[in-house]
């Protein structure tokens, strides 16, 4: 078993863990800043290259300009003989027309005859603008000549002014274009990396669910390297589950072989009064129950006329019948006891519940010559007793035989009831419920839940009905079992989690609750706001594996709340379903609750010794412990202890309080 409260501890750590680590990016952030440094990088290439090369544009459309003038003035200069008054009057015109910075005449000993310059500066473009796109144009050149004589050189260079304006203006136009660009690249890289980043949280999620003993399966991502990753840890939690299965199926066929009758797959006699032991023990205070006895009429003579194969067919569909009134019912259980004899206990049932079950398997077995089953109308005849956790199972059996003989007499079909038991009760359990509910007149009563070392883990909560002047007491399996034929658990599970959490201010406190309260309307938030002021840890909610598989979405939530609570969630188990124990690895239990009916004379039970190891590997496996309730010999605990079992409950390991 993994022990966890030795995982924490062990040799310190060394001096250099100590050192603060260095923060480093996540891959999220890293393509985050992957993708801006392509994004600055593009967008910087681009409007360098732009801005270049309109430069080298204008410096090339400036060149021309000033060739073109200097070629089309010394033209009209030479036409006038290069006579200077009329070359200065032609060269003022041009400089007042165009946009030169520079028109000059020198002569052939290079002195300057007429010169026009503009110094003024574009000023509505940054001086650190035109320091990094300098715009240099070339000057234009022309000779003026007088007659055949050389009269000079004619120089033209253009005004860059207007030159830098469009180049700043074209930065900003293709800033705001890139910005566009960079924008629609930034929303679309977005929608990526959000989508990978999903993927991977849901990739960390899963890593996350096995450190919490939660096996999960992903469907497989579309990026290939994650699908590796996700394909991998998918195939690891199949292999898990799958030997988890496996498990299952060995241990409940290793069960069936030890408690189970090998032809219909019912309780045997041993498993039966092995539980009517443990129901005396956890009820001293007499609650009644109902024993129903059914025989098969004239098997012998079935067999004869009918042959083997047939007549097993009729016990197996009997005992499915049998199984699934005996399955909602909380403590009840279907039992072959030989030949043509089978019964069904129900340590909660009262008087009326178990002629209403009687008269629905007499209606189900009316019906038995129509499916081809038996060729005789009386197929069986059913005797009923009430008895008190205190009665001999022989007795019971005696009674109810005695019961089944009236109704054989009456040769036909039905079904009596002796009353020679204590008295059953009548009461409206309905009205007893609700009553004791809005009333606060539930109570729960303590067990404490040890280590094998006698070290205390919390403390258990049974809730109970005190006895007055008008009700006598009841035990938590009658409030159950009554509770779930009218379909009002949640009312006591509520109940009794409100009365936990004054305990688990103080003390770490379980409870149980009933898979049938956690679909209820408004149970999830009536509980979570019952616990909301319980500090952390100090709650576990013990879910019994009744009927779990039909509310098994409600739990798995129930169990992501309470891990954000910080709460324990565990279930209780029978080893009815223990393929049920298999599918446990998905929602990250806490621990396991083994009831009595598993560990009940397992000092002198190899068989079922076998069974608890199964399940100690299984729990194993699923990263949990072992907590074993109902315990009443002392020679159990010991055994358990020896097997592995982490926690014990029960008379035999320690007194009870209120």
């Known amino acids: 078993m993994i022990d966890s409260a030795t995982a924490g501890s062990g040799t310190p750590l060394p001096k250099a863990a100590a050192r603060p680590a260095h923060r480093t990016l996540s891959l999220v952030q890293r393509l985050w800043l992957l993708l801006v440094m392509i994004v600055v990088l593009a967008t910087g290439a681009a409007l360098a290259t732009n801005l270049l090369g309109a430069r080298a544009y204008l410096e090339q459309q400036l060149s021309a300009q000033g060739t073109e003038t200097a070629n089309a003035l010394a033209l009209m200069i030479n036409q006038a003989q290069a006579d200077q008054a009329a070359a200065e009057t032609l060269i003022n015109a041009s400089f007042d027309l165009g946009h030169f910075s520079r028109i000059v005449w020198h002569d052939n000993q290079g002195r300057v005859l007429v010169q026009r310059e503009n110094r003024d500066i574009a000023q509505s473009v940054p001086a650190w603008f035109r320091q990094l796109l300098p715009i240099t144009p070339r000057s234009g050149e022309a000779s003026l000549t007088r007659g055949w004589q050389q009269a000079g050189v004619l120089q033209v260079t ?8 469009s180049l700043w203006q074209s930065a900003w136009q293709t800033l705001f274009a890139l910005f566009g660009v960079v924008a629609v690249a930034g929303l679309l890289g977005s929608l990526d990396i959000r989508r990978i980043r999903r993927q991977l949280d849901s990739v960390v999620g899963q890593a996350r669910a096995l450190g919490e003993r939660r096996f999960v399966r992903l469907p497989i991502p579309a990026i290939p390297e994650l699908a590796r990753v996700t394909a991998s840890m998918n195939q690891m939690v199949e292999r898990l589950q799958a030997f988890l299965a496996q498990q299952a199926e060995e241990l409940s066929a290793l069960k069936r072989d030890q408690d189970r009758d090998p032809a219909t797959g019912l309780v045997n006699r041993t498993l039966l009064e092995r539980a009517h032991r443990a129901q005396a023990q956890a009820d001293a205070q007499g609650s009644a129950g109902q024993l129903l006895l059914v025989r098969v009429a004239d098997l012998s003579a079935l067999n004869s006329r009918l042959g083997a194969p047939a007549v097993d067919r009729l016990l197996g569909r009997l005992a499915d019948d049998l199984a699934a009134l005996a399955r909602p019912l909380k403590g009840a259980l279907a039992v072959r006891l030989r030949g043509a004899d089978f019964a069904l206990y129900g340590p909660a049932l009262d008087v009326s519940a178990a002629d209403a079950l009687a008269g629905q398997l007499l209606e189900q077995l009316s019906a038995y010559p129509q ?40 040769h036909r079909q039905q079904a009596r009831h002796e009353q020679h038991a204590i008295a059953a009760s009548h009461q409206d ?16 009563l303590y067990y404490p839940v040890c280590q094998s070392d006698g070290q205390t883990l919390w403390q258990e909560g049974m809730l109970y009905l005190p006895a007055d002047r008008e009700t006598r007491r009841v035990n938590a399996l009658q409030l159950v079992s009554q509770a779930l034929q009218l379909r009002i658990t949640d009312r006591l599970d509520l109940a009794a989690v409100r009365l936990a959490t004054v305990k688990a201010r103080q003390t770490r406190t379980a409870v149980n609750l009933s898979a049938a309260s956690l679909a209820a309307p408004g149970f999830a938030e009536a509980l979570e706001q019952a616990i909301s002021d319980v500090p952390a840890g100090q709650l576990n909610l013990e879910v019994n594996e009744l009927m779990l598989g039909e509310h098994w979405e409600a739990f798995c939530t129930l169990c992501r709340r309470m891990k954000q609570l910080q709460h324990s969630v565990a279930v209780e188990i029978s080893g009815n379903d223990l393929g049920l124990v298999a599918r ?4 990250g239990l806490d621990y396991l609750v083994l009831e009595h009916l598993l560990t009940r004379d397992i000092h002198r039970d190899g068989g079922r010794q076998a069974v608890v190891r199964g399940l100690l590997q299984m729990a194993n496996l699923l990263g949990v412990r072992l907590i074993a309730k109902g315990i009443s010999d002392a020679d159990d605990a010991k055994m358990l202890a020896e097997l592995g079992v982490w926690g014990m409950t029960g008379s035999a390991i320690g007194s009870k309080e209120a």
């Not at 253009?158 to 304006?165: H, K, V």
């Not at 007793?385 to 205190?390: A, D, E, G, N």
């Not at 446990?584 to 929602?587: A, S, Y």
């Open 584 to 587: 446990l690895g998905e929602v």
């Open 371 to 410: 499916m081809g089953l038996t060729d005789q109308a009386d197929v069986a005849h059913i005797g009923a007793t009430s008895f008190s956790p205190q009665d001999r199972l022989a007795d019971m059996l005696a009674r109810a035989d005695l019961a089944l003989a009236e109704a054989a007499a009456g």
């Open 429 to 444: 359990w309905r009205t007893l419920i609700d009553a004791a509910c809005a009333g606060d007149r539930l109570a729960l």
């Open 158 to 165: 253009s005004d860059t002014g207007y030159a830098y304006l």
